[in-house]
Nanobody, 123 residues
Framework: QVQLVESGGGSVQTGGSLSLSCVAS????????MGWFRQAPGKTRELVAV????????YYDESVRGRFTISKDNVKNTLYLQMNSLKSEDTAVYYC????????????????WGQGTQVTVSS
């Protein structure tokens, strides 16, 4: 069993930056595929960025490509999401996810999920 705890959410103005963290515990996660997803009010959960457990390959949704950066520290068992040039449409609850699949898992079928952290972007 893997537990995921997100932190770093908050409120920021348009154009600002935030950094999210997700600490994994319970089982070694260095080879796990991990990712960030988000869900805005009234919308379905969507993929933001994912990272491979094997070679740290990454994939970004087109809406955040060039603005967000996903990274993983295998020693600290921590996943990060650096968010720059934030827009109002980035407002959502952001979720960390992990899966024992060690490749690049592009899709919603992750085994473990965090509780989420709110990100609010206002003008």
């Amino acid at each position: 069993q893997v537990q995921l705890v997100e932190s770093g959410g908050g409120s920021v103005q348009t154009g600002g930056s935030l950094s999210l963290s997700c600490v994994a515990s319970g089982r070694p996660s260095s080879t796990y595929a991990m990712g960030w997803f988000r869900q805005a009010p009234g919308k379905t959960r969507e993929l933001v960025a994912v990272i491979s457990g094997y070679d740290q390959a990454t994939y970004y949704d087109e809406s955040v490509r060039g603005r967000f950066t996903i990274s993983k520290d295998n020693v600290k068992n921590t996943l990060y999401l650096q968010m720059n040039s934030l827009k109002s449409e980035d407002t959502a609850v952001y979720y960390c996810a992990a899966d024992s699949f060690n490749g690049l898992l592009i899709g919603p079928n992750y085994e473990y999920w965090g509780q989420g952290t709110q990100v609010t972007v206002s003008s």
